[in-house]
């Protein structure tokens, strides 16, 4: 499967999971370009972009940006988490193991 398309995948499963808590606000961040354009793209076509537009357009409000693939470390261990062990969790209070370093990493950041 092509890199965009199991972007616009994992984009359609995290909104899907607002509705399911129905989370008021949600900000995608990816590191795929051409998602990120189709998805802020109000004209764009296409089943499943439809279907996250249709998802997110419910929250109270609702953000896709872009970020540099090195800002993106926490996603790809988990994909590769997931991959590796054939898993589909979402993770609500404590995050997995696997990027515990990396969230400790970013703390100081966010308080900045």
Known sequence: MEPAKVELLACTRAAQLADEVNAAHIHIKMDCKEIVRKLQNLSWQGPLVQDV????????????????????????????E???????????????????????????????
């Open 53 to 80: 537009k249709h998802l997110m357009e419910a929250r109270q409000s609702w953000k896709v940006s872009w970020v540099r693939r090195s800002a993106n470390v926490a996603d790809h261990r988990l994909a590769r």
């Open 82 to 112: 997931g991959v590796m062990n054939n898993l589909c969790k979402v993770w609500l209070h404590q995050p997995p193991d696997c990027i515990h370093d990396v969230i400790a990493a970013e703390i100081p950041a966010f308080y900045e």
